[in-house]
């Protein structure tokens, strides 16, 4: 294991296959929600986490992890009290966000940061310390979400029903919050600020075809995932082309394919089940 | 299954405010094991809102709602919507909010006569489909308490009766109680062992003969001559008798319907 992520390509596919597993169901959920834009917004504010982070000199992923989890937990509150159209707050939050973490950047004349590295993340720099982190924050990631499963589904589907018949809908949503801002801490160094949306969203859209339940939904976004990480990667590496992008366009395809014909077959195999 | 003895839930002068409006006032109710309560009222009388108070959904912004605590609650909501995006068979929706057996959910769907459809998808059911799959749903976990908001919608004539004679069936075989907040005066008057008619507040509340027999109750539903009139107005502060001539404040105790505390152009 060790003499394997000896190899930079190596360590870039170790680590994007373990944001892939954590982000696909966690995208499936966000994509049930329609919450598209607000894990958008929440990734945008990840920008001002990396910045601060560099002003205090400390840990990235802790400070985009409580930066993400300050603005996402602000826009529960603020969509509940706020005369303002949601959609309007998050592009309020977002851009702002985004705006506030570049002028922060601009104020640290002491490092030089590179800004594409944190738009699009450079997953071909992971590093062994970058991959451990994943895997345990991915790893508690999930088995959060295995935890609040129930309660969390039933209220994707209707609050309402899920708080009648005694579950705590709230609670979940929180929970579910803190999870979405844990993979965005855990992945923002390799994906990057504009592209973990799309890693959290493509892959989950391309499973809907597939899936004739959630919990397979979410299984099959994972694979998806993982998929579009090896096929981006090597694609990169064939075509010396940046690898966050090839990663996104590579998921692209596999929703393009979800939706073609092609698809049919896969879907028909699928369909007798009991 | 338990039976507990006292209110499995009620509510004490309860109220929701939503910006300075008063969408419901002052309801008191109780629910009793094997009783089947009817919420009837004209739209926005706050029908939804006070069951929602009783489920803790919402809480009230005064008076008290209490539950059993423990209390198992089967809900079907006036609306729910299913997104494309949402893989979920009606198989697994029967399991949305608690472990079920298979066992269980052949008895709820059967009960609905939706088996057929078990390995369907939600969103591909028909309105009367849905409507019924959502009751099974409601009585698979074998509730203590029932609350239908409008469980008929898009059913058709005869299918109407046959819920209705589910709904009475459920509760004698599960002994559970029932709040059915339903439009169809005629045959929630004849299933139910006591309705609460509401307009903003309680209007008239108690079985269904001595609810039929109010003038509140005639004013909300049985005007004959004007009765887009009443349904707006609706302020019986006056009874009419049958000669046509105006008596005094209907019922004065509760002050509801005096000018004094409804102030004008309110709803009620």
Redesign the interface.
Same mark, same amino acid.
């Given at each position: 294991m060790a003499g394997l992520l000896d190899d930079f390509f190596m360590r870039a596919l170790v680590a994007g296959v373990g944001i892939a597993i954590v982000a696909g169901p966690l995208g499936c959920f966000i994509?049930?929600r *329609?919450l598209a834009f607000f894990g958008d917004t929440i990734s945008h504010a990840a920008l001002l986490g990396v910045a601060l982070s560099l002003l205090i000199n400390s840990s990235t992923t802790l400070v985009v992890f409580l930066v993400s989890a300050f603005v996402a937990l602000s826009l529960l509150l603020i969509q509940k009290r706020t005369i303002l159209p949601a959609d309007s707050v998050l592009s309020l939050l977002s851009h702002s966000t985004l705006a506030l973490g570049l002028v922060v950047l601009g104020f640290i004349s002491w490092v030089r940061v590179d800004i594409m590295g944190v738009l699009f993340g450079d997953i071909l720099a992971t590093s062994v310390t970058d991959i451990l982190i994943i895997y345990i924050g991915g790893l508690t990631a999930l088995i959060a979400l295995a935890i609040i499963w *129930?309660p969390l589904? &039933?209220a994707?589907?209707?609050r #309402?029903? &899920?708080? &009648? #018949?005694? +579950?705590n809908p709230d609670r979940a949503n929180i929970i579910f919050v803190f999870l979405i801002a844990c993979v965005i801490a855990i992945s923002i160094e390799i994906i990057g600020v504009l592209l973990i949306t799309a890693m959290l969203i493509i892959p $989950? $859209?391309a499973a *809907?075809r597939f899936?004739?339940?959630?919990e397979? +939904?979410v299984v099959i976004s994972g694979l998806i995932g993982s998929a579009s990480v090896i096929g981006g990667l090597f694609g990169s590496l064939t075509w010396d082309t940046p690898s966050g992008p090839t990663i996104v366009v590579a998921a692209l395809a596999c929703f393009l394919v979800s939706l073609s014909p092609l698809a049919n077959i896969l879907v028909l195999k699928k369909a007798p089940h009991? | 299954m338990f039976i507990p003895k006292s209110p499995l839930a009620s509510l004490d002068a309860a109220g929701i405010n939503r910006g300075g409006r008063w969408l419901v006032r002052g309801v008191d109710m109780t629910v009793e094991s094997g009783e089947i309560v009817s919420l009837i009222g004209p739209n926005g009388s706050g029908k939804s809102t006070t069951a929602k108070m009783i489920l803790g959904i919402l809480p009230p912004d005064e008076g008290i709602a209490s539950r059993y605590s423990h209390l198992r609650v089967g809900y079907v909501p006036q609306t729910v919507s299913f997104d494309w995006s949402l893989p979920l068979t009606v198989d697994r929706f029967m399991k949305l909010t608690g472990r079920v057996s298979s066992t269980d959910i052949d008895w709820a769907l059967s009960e609905t006569v939706t088996s057929h459809l078990r390995r369907e998808e939600m969103r591909t059911l028909s309105g009367g489909e849905f409507q019924r799959v959502m009751l099974a749903r409601s009585i698979v976990r074998k509730p203590d308490l029932l609350v239908l908001d409008e469980p008929i919608q898009g059913i058709d004539f005869t299918g109407e009766i046959a819920i209705y004679e589910l709904i009475k069936r459920i509760r004698d075989e599960l002994h559970c109680g029932v709040i059915l907040i339903s439009h169809d005066l005629h045959v929630v008057m004849a299933a139910t062992d006591q309705v609460i008619c509401l307009n903003g507040h309680v209007c008239c509340s108690g079985t269904p003969d001595h609810v039929a027999s109010t003038a509140a109750y005639r004013e909300l539903f049985h005007t004959s001559e004007d009765q887009t009139h009443a349904l707006y107005k609706h302020r019986h502060d006056h009874r009419h008798l049958p000669d046509g001539s105006v008596t005094d404040y209907y019922h004065k105790s509760d002050q509801h319907h005096s000018d004094s505390v409804s102030p004008p152009n309110s709803p009620d």
């Open positions: 994509v049930w *329609r *129930r589904f &039933a994707t589907v209707d #309402e029903i &899920a708080k &009648a #018949e005694g +579950m $989950a $859209a *809907r899936s004739s339940s959630p397979q +939904m009991s | -």
